[in-house]
């Protein structure tokens, strides 16, 4: 078993699951020494930092279909969550305005058979397109919570959920964002990092 994936088994990760995640890695690996798509202190904790700590958020909405990932990057969580789900049928929406990376989204999706659908556009021309359509959007190191929920508080309002990992900071960016909305969260451990969290936040409504 990978690392690391034996701390996840409410997923009941496949095997055809885990070799697609490995074909994510070794493909990372390779177009990482010409896009520089992470942080590249991070390559030796690739399973650790970004695939399980992605693929922990599965099972925060397992009854999801449709999810919007904003920012995302070289593919964590979005990407992972699609690779993981395709078998439960999960369409996954990547939104990436970075043009390296989107090629490098659709490259692996194709080659994974995942069912992931990547937006090379602005967060905020997107957005509107799902409210009242998507279950959960998700956004990792992308902004604070504060800047989060400005984008996302349409869908929201139109009840998705948001999933949102946060590190050591998830309690005070919190109470930042109450100071201009109100709104139901639960504040998760996170499985990979004992100093994180993960807010899954519902039903918003702006003070002002």
Do not use: Y
Request: hydrophobic share 45%; proline share 4%; with cysteine.
């Amino acid at each position: 078993m990978k690392p690391f994936l034996g701390s996840l088994p409410a997923q009941n990760v496949s095997r055809e699951t885990i070799e697609r995640l490995e074909l994510l890695e070794r493909e990372l690996r390779r177009w990482q020494a010409i896009k520089n798509l992470v942080g590249p202190a991070t390559l030796d904790q690739i399973w650790e930092r970004h695939i399980v700590d992605s693929l922990q958020l599965l099972s925060l909405a397992p009854e999801a279909q449709t999810w919007v990932d904003l920012g995302s990057g070289a593919g964590f969580p979005g990407l992972v969550l699609a690779i993981a789900g395709a078998e439960r049928g999960l369409k996954v929406h990547l939104v990436e305005s970075n043009s390296r990376k989107c090629s490098f989204l659709r490259h692996v999706s194709r080659l994974t058979d995942a069912g992931a659908t990547v937006h090379e556009a602005r967060l905020e021309t997107v957005i509107p397109s799902f409210i009242g359509k998507a279950d959960v959007v998700s956004a990792r190191a992308l902004a604070s919570l504060t800047m989060l929920l400005e984008w996302t508080e349409p869908l929201l309002k139109a009840g998705t959920i948001g999933l949102f990992p946060k590190g050591r900071d998830a309690e005070i960016e919190l109470t930042e964002a109450r100071k201009r909305w109100t709104f139901d969260t639960d504040v998760l451990p996170s499985l990979t990092d004992s100093q994180a969290r993960i807010l899954r936040i519902t039903s918003i409504e702006s003070h002002s």
